[in-house]
């Protein structure tokens, strides 16, 4: 009998995929999509981001054509938290169940990383809904060093390379837990190394800007050393796009203030958790920031904003004197 529920739930072809590793459900969306027949393209495959209820209702209840296969994704953390009422949570059993198995039908619900969240058991949706396929995507610790390099080892093996025993220890380091920033910066090594299929530490550190690159960047500039912080704006922009590295630095200067706004109050082993970063890092980081001011970082960050707003909004064009301007500002 339970084989027969699950043979059912797979002829359903409907599923469920939650989790605050956002790459990790792009990537098995992506697997799913490539089944899909290539010369359809265009019809084949649509995305719903929470769709009210009668266009949801119009989705889970979508004909197939003569296309093949029809592969629907829906955005559902509205779903998910919504009061819905029985009326409305029978018809949307009713359509999962009427559903061919011409029709992929993929719930998706994404959590910020590293928060824990999941979603509420509780609710009838849920239950509706976790029926069938349900797979959670969880972050992979940053103290769960093994596992981390086990999946980089993993990645790498897809653009046919090997790390080194330090190189990706090098990663972890400066990059956290954040899968797809692996698997970015492991295609850029990759392209690096080629012919070559060994990644060296050296190339990790060529490549990838470290904590201490931005570290000293921003020093730097708390430090009102302009000049420095120019020198060492030009050695990032010899590995990065400059949109890159304010990227970059974003992210590390709100890894930053949560880190100086909890060091008083949080043992570092919470704070990795919290902010994604290895122990290790966090320790250094603590020490790092002892006599930095907490406004300075914020002030920092949203100078950075305000440029990084103007270069997208097409508000300004010369993008590197933009990140300079917001340095001497």
């Known amino acids: 009998m339970r084989l027969n529920f699950l043979l059912y739930n797979f002829l359903m072809a409907i599923y469920f995929f939650y989790g605050d590793e956002d790459y990790l459900i792009d990537e098995e969306l992506k697997s799913y999509r490539s089944k899909l027949d290539s010369n359809f393209s265009a019809m084949n495959y649509t995305v719903y981001d929470n769709p009210s209820y009668p266009d ?171 000049g420095k912080a120019l020198k060492e704006l030009q050695l990032l922009l010899d590995k990065k796009h400059p949109l890159e590295i304010l990227a970059a630095t974003q992210t590390m200067l709100r890894k930053w203030i949560l880190i100086k706004l909890k060091s008083s109050t949080m043992p570092p082993s919470e704070i990795s958790r919290l902010v994604g970063q290895h122990e290790f890092v966090v320790k250094q980081t603590i020490q790092k920031l002892k006599n930095t001011l907490l406004k300075n970082l914020v002030h920092l960050k949203e100078s950075l904003t305000d440029a990084e707003y103007k270069i997208k909004s097409g508000a300004s064009l010369d993008i590197i004197s933009e990140v300079e301007n917001a340095i001497i500002r």
Not at 115 to 133: A, Q
Not at 153 to 179: C, F, M, P, V, Y
Not at 187 to 212: F, G, H, R
Request: charged share 30%; with cysteine.
């Open 56 to 226: 949801l209702i119009a989705a889970l209840r979508t004909q197939p054509m003569m296309f093949g296969k029809l592969m629907i994704v829906i955005n559902c953390d509205k779903l998910l938290s919504s009061s819905l009422e029985d009326s409305q949570i029978k018809e949307i059993e009713s359509a999962l169940e009427g559903n061919t198995e011409n029709l992929d039908i993929f719930f998706i619900s994404k959590y910020p990383r590293n928060e824990g969240k999941k979603p509420d058991s509780r609710k009838k949706i849920y239950k509706v809904i976790s029926k069938y396929n349900t797979k959670e995507f969880p972050t992979i610790k940053t103290y769960k060093t093994a596992e981390l390099i086990n999946w980089i080892n993993k990645e790498a093996k897809k653009h046919s390379i090997t790390l080194d025993n330090n190189a990706a220890n090098i990663l972890i380091e400066q990059i956290g837990n954040n899968l797809r920033e692996f698997a970015i910066e492991l295609e850029k090594l990759a392209l690096l190394a080629y012919p070559e299929k060994k990644i060296t530490s050296d190339m990790v550190k060529k490549i990838c800007i470290s904590n201490q690159d931005l570290f000293n960047f921003t020093d730097y500039i708390m430090k009102n050393d302009k």
